[in-house]
């Protein structure tokens, strides 16, 4: 059809039998209209294409689109004299759908020429490749003579040839060390605050010792339990301070730097209580402290020397007591308690 509407046009006017204006109208990320133009005129050295907003025997219109698969769709309109002719088909990038509607648009106008000169190019001999020079090899100086009297002095000789020194260097010499078995120390200072283990709130400041490994962790901790001023029913309230001491072992889950530890572990101290004004004859009493520790926890380490933390944990404690006012329960002991606390942790080395 394109060759009929081609040879109308040669018909019509034949100064200008092949005169075509191309009207490129592909996506941003594809513009090659003057690409594909360059590869019409190797494809088809005869066609004249106009260059500017002219007049022309054939128009052809060039819609380059990508669907979403990511391919690259073609639709290519030629209107002539006998009509408007489409064609569409898929390439697979920007630069294979210049190339096709190139050679599409030089089939479609002489197709036997295009052939024979595609022919010819696949026919073409080789040229042959020029032989390398021989290398030249400059003659070795003279050794120097020898004299064979048992007087005369030695002569050193030195070889012209090094062969140099062979050097065997193992690339895993320049790869990092194995993770797998690395153990690193972190010092971290955590603060923060919930219920236990008196039925109060509480706040905590703690102080923490790690050795960690690809898997696992070990801590050792301290905390000091900063003084509250819970009520003593409905007689006043008491200032309640503390502390503990303890040890933590933890499961550790990775994705990439974030860390997932799972924790358990125990610790014992001591609560102490004094009751305030009004509170007549005031004296100091202490609860020991024996708890299992049961949480999960969450680690960011934006770079390889520190961590940022978060911990959730339980409080399940041993033993169970209180304080008393006149022989009365006033403070006691919280069944389960809860603590959250956040901080920095400093990794060496």
Known sequence: MITKLLVAALLASAPAAHDLQVRWAGAPECQGGQRMIERLEVLAPELSVARAETSALVTATVIIERDPRRQWSVRLELDGPLGVERRTFVAESCAVAIDATALVLAVAIDPVAVAARINEEAHAPEPRPKPEPEPQFEPAPPLPARSEGPDAPAVAVEDEWDPGTLVISDARADRPPEQSGRVRFGIAALAGGGYGP????????????????????????????????????????????????????????????????????????????????????????????????????????????????????????????????????????????????????????
């Open 198 to 349: 008196m039925q109060a709130g509480s706040a905590t400041v703690m102080g923490r010792l790690a050795v960690i490994g690809q898997r696992w962790r070990v801590e050792l901790r301290g905390a000091w339990l900063p003084p509250l001023r819970p009520p003593l029913n409905d007689r006043g309230r008491a200032r309640v301070d503390g502390f503990t001491v303890g040890a933590l072992g933890c499961n550790l889950f990775h994705a990439g730097p974030v860390e997932f530890p799972l924790c358990a572990g125990i610790e014992a101290g001591a609560v102490r209580a004094r009751a305030l004004e009004p509170i007549q004859n005031p004296e100091m009493a202490t609860q020991p402290i024996v708890e299992v520790v049961l949480g999960p926890g969450l680690s960011w380490a934006p770079t390889e020397r520190v961590a940022l933390g978060l911990e959730v944990q339980a409080l399940i404690p041993f033993v169970f007591g209180g304080f008393a006012l006149d022989n009365q329960t006033a403070l006691d002991t919280a069944p389960v308690g809860i603590r959250a606390l956040a901080g920095v942790e400093i990794r060496l080395p």
